[in-house]
């Protein structure tokens, strides 16, 4: 499962909208963001064609996150 870090979660309601963000990104499917850890990995639809990991960070950050 690709993963990134997500910093700036404080909270369960920062988690549900990082996981939120991250499952809009075209392609990617089940979402695990957990907030103790800071990580959020996913798993990609169609493995021959994987998300490309800068695409879940632009989605992370955009919603005021910081990701690497």
Do not use: N
Not at 27 to 47: E, M, N, P, R, Y
């Amino acid at each position: 499962m690709p993963e990134i870090q997500v910093k700036g979660m404080s909270c369960d309601h920062c988690r549900k909208s990082v996981t939120e963000a991250v499952a809009k990104v075209p392609g990617v499917k089940d979402v695990q963001v957990d907030l103790a850890s800071g990580k959020a990995s996913w798993q990609d639809a169609d493995a021959a064609s994987p998300v490309p990991v800068e695409a879940v960070k632009k989605a992370v950050t955009a919603i005021g996150f910081e990701a690497s």
